[in-house]
């Protein structure tokens, strides 16, 4: 039995990102988050975490952290994290319920993590924070994923 996979199944997916813990990640198969360029802490079936450092590009006109980009930045997250799930194939965000509850400014480190709160045959559910390095809160939301006909094999994965 793999420790991975209770199934015993091995999952070649998280094996790969597994091998990024500590690294930047920006090669991967998404450019937005590429552009972000977070930095992968930590990834295990149905749980991530990533740090990002707000810089001016991420901010709206009042200097803080656009809600456009912290939403990308845990959809991002969810999507990696559903990418090792263990899925043959392709699931998609059919939603993305977002609350903003505090300012990230220019130069603060910020954690996203995301965990699988309920897998199904068709749709996962996800749920994700955003983390000040001073514990405060500074948005939370929920996404589904919805498995789609494409395997991921197909697009050599």
Known sequence: MNQNDPMGEPNSQLEQFKKLIGQKLD???SMAGNWLGGTLLEIEK???KVTYTVTSAMCNPARILHGGVASLMMDDV???AN?????EYL???INLNVDFLSAA???EKLEVSAKLVRS???LNHWEAVIIKDSGKLVAKSSSNMIKTHIKLSELGF
């Open 83 to 87: 990418f090792v799930a263990g899925s």
């Open 46 to 48: 149905g749980f991530i």
């Open 78 to 80: 969810i999507g990696i």
């Open 91 to 93: 699931m998609t965000s």
């Open 120 to 122: 199904g045959s068709n």
């Open 105 to 107: 400014q220019i130069g």
């Open 27 to 29: 090669k991967t198969p």
